[in-house]
């Protein structure tokens, strides 16, 4: 018997083609990065900005896409959705030109914001990674390691 975990090699994150995209996975990704780089506790709208992108979404379930194509896609998606995820990219309160950040402090959440371009590529990533993961499990299972 042997001993050693055997963990088949993942292709690198944004190689990969055929990953297969799924509206719900999607909408996960959106909720817990817009949760996670939100400012404040919750985005305002988060609701209504994840129906818009379900509604926005042009893909069937199932569509099989390289990861770079996914990320333009969701970008894409996103710059549609003006009156609910559009808005994040923009402080509630604006008179600052510029904003001190460090990782040690950040601006006032009035005066911070979500990156949209990171949104996108944070939501790409989680979907990759998940499709990686799920390809190295059928390796194992097919016993093709």
Partial sequence: ????L???VMPGLWNMDNVVVCKYDLL???????????PYLVPVNLQEAICDFSNMWNHIDGTKM???DLRSSIYSTIEKCTTTIVVWNNP???????????RHGRPEPDYDFID???????????????????????????GNI
């Fill in 116 to 142: 949209l371009d990171a949104l996108a590529r944070n939501m790409t990533h989680d979907i990759v990674i998940n499709a990686q993961i799920y390809q190295a499990q059928i390796t194992v299972l097919e």
């Fill in 92 to 102: 509630r309160k604006s008179n600052h030109e510029f904003a001190f950040c460090s």
């Fill in 6 to 8: 055997q963990i088949p």
């Fill in 1 to 4: 018997m042997n001993d050693k």
């Fill in 28 to 38: 996960g990704v959106l909720a817990k990065w817009a949760v996670q780089q939100s």
């Fill in 66 to 68: 390289s990861s770079q």
